[in-house]
């Protein structure tokens, strides 16, 4: 089942955060994978990667060892 917000589903969003993180645009990726409601282990993976590019390594790591939970 794929999530909705706003009329743009999840595999949009991701798709959407993965363009500004191409373009080091860590902060707007960001705010597009925390809106995200259903976070698989790749949004956090993703999610981590612009955390740790954005210097907050503390939540970073926290976000790699929800995305390595999550993973199979």
Request: proline fraction near 1%; charge should be positive; glycine fraction near 6%.
């Amino acid at each position: 089942m794929v999530s909705v917000i706003h009329g743009v589903n999840s595999q949009e969003l991701f798709l959407r955060a993965n363009k500004h993180y191409k373009e080091h645009d860590y902060k707007k990726a960001l705010e597009i994978y925390s809106s995200m409601p259903d976070k698989s282990s790749a949004v956090w993976y993703n999610s981590g990667n612009c955390l740790y590019h954005l210097g907050n390594y503390i939540q970073a790591l926290v976000a790699f060892k929800r995305a390595q939970h999550g993973a199979t």
